[in-house]
């Protein structure tokens, strides 16, 4: 079955405490993604990837890193959490157009997380 | 940046009525898509429309695109209960050698039965 994994699915953590959320596709995708999604702010692009080894910035990356060794992982790491990084975050992925532009977004189940 | 955003915040109909949500830009795109939530899920795409597309159906659902005015429109015909949603429209936008996604706040639909 194609689809986008995301684990953990729900966390609670303590601030300062080193975090990775883990994304996992198989649909051979080059596109991955992460966005948080906060009440009345829609989802906000963390960082991207376009393929493997290339990442870059979407609107709020403070605060987090990705990486891409793989093509189908894409992992969320939180270094040092703090309570503003208490969101849903989604993971999502989708091939890439030779023109450049989205195709159809997969998107993960969610992680729910809580830093106190 | 925020460059989707759709009205209404929030839309509330009958069953059997139509439901109609917009969604302005700001940048040229190469793609805009229409998307679904259900409370707190993932979201499910509905609709992707190029920009060289000006309408496209599927099923109940109708977009429209214009380029010149940056905007698109999503129409539910015959609503449903079932149909109650977060409705988010999510645009690309060019970078070098890539491309950010770029969410809308939503319209979250209630059709009451």
């Known amino acids: 079955e194609a689809q986008v994994t995301q684990n953990p699915r729900y966390l609670i953590t303590v601030t300062g405490k080193k975090l990775t959320v883990t994304c996992s596709q198989n649909?051979?995708?080059?596109?991955m993604s992460w966005y948080r999604q906060d009440p009345g702010l829609g989802l906000r692009q963390i960082y991207y990837?376009?393929?493997?080894?290339?990442?870059d910035k979407g609107d709020v990356p403070e605060g987090y890193k990705v990486s891409r060794k793989e093509k189908r992982n894409f992992p969320l790491i939180l270094e040092s959490p703090s309570p503003n990084q208490t969101s849903l975050y989604f993971c999502?992925?989708?091939?890439?157009?030779?023109?450049?532009?989205?195709?159809?977004?997969?998107f993960g189940p969610g992680t729910r997380l809580l830093v106190l | 940046s925020q460059q989707g955003e759709e009205d209404p915040q929030a839309l509330s109909i009958q069953e059997g009525e139509n439901a109609t949500m917009n969604c302005s830009y700001k940048?040229?795109?190469?793609?805009l898509q229409w998307y679904r939530q259900n409370s707190g899920r993932g979201l499910v795409h509905l609709i992707l429309?190029?920009?060289?597309?000006r309408e496209k159906h599927s099923g109940r659902l109708r977009v429209t695109l214009d380029t010149s005015k940056k905007s698109s429109s999503l129409l539910i015909t015959a609503s449903r209960a079932a149909d109650t949603a977060s409705y988010f429209c999510?645009?690309?936008?060019?970078?070098?050698?890539?491309?950010?996604?770029?969410f809308g706040a939503g319209t979250r639909l209630f059709v009451k039965a």
């Open positions: 999502a992925s989708s091939f890439s157009t030779s023109t450049g532009g989205g195709e159809t977004q997969y």
């Open positions: 649909m051979n995708h080059e596109y």
């Open positions: 990837s376009m393929n493997v080894e290339v990442t």
């Open positions: 940048t040229s795109i190469n793609n």
């Open positions: 429309i190029r920009s060289n597309e």
């Open positions: 999510a645009t690309d936008e060019s970078n070098t050698g890539g491309f950010k996604t770029i």
